[in-house]
């Protein structure tokens, strides 16, 4: 093996026992303006607090995906949604309104 072994703390969002499953965009917080996104914003795409099969995405009723970067960049206002469907058959629907400035 090469390279060098490096030891670090982190920490992630572990999922809340009876939590419920949220988009997540509050550390974006410094990006906004006046409560609005600027232009070229990347979003990520993930919902926190769901274990579940796989999630769709949409914005404005249009399937999205991330870019090369791992963020979804809007270029206009718009609905974000993720659908995220169990193993069970059920699924969680969850929307969030962005502004664009």
Not at 3 to 16: I, M, N, R, S, Y
Not at 43 to 59: D, I, K, M, Q
Not at 92 to 97: A, F, P, T
Request: with cysteine; aromatic share 10%; hydrophobic share 35%.
């Amino acid at each position: 093996m090469t390279g060098e072994t490096v030891a670090c703390d982190f920490l992630t969002k572990a999922v809340q026992t009876n939590g419920k499953p949220y988009i997540y965009l509050e550390y974006l917080a410094g990006s906004r303006i006046g409560g609005k996104f600027p232009a070229g914003t990347g979003l990520p795409l993930r919902v926190y607090n769901a274990v579940g099969e796989r999630v769709s995405w949409t914005y404005d009723g249009a399937s999205i995906h991330t870019d090369g970067s791992g963020f979804f960049h809007p270029s206009k206002s718009g609905t974000l949604k993720a659908v995220v469907y169990h193993s069970d058959g059920s699924t969680d629907i969850l929307s969030k309104e962005i502004t664009i400035q």
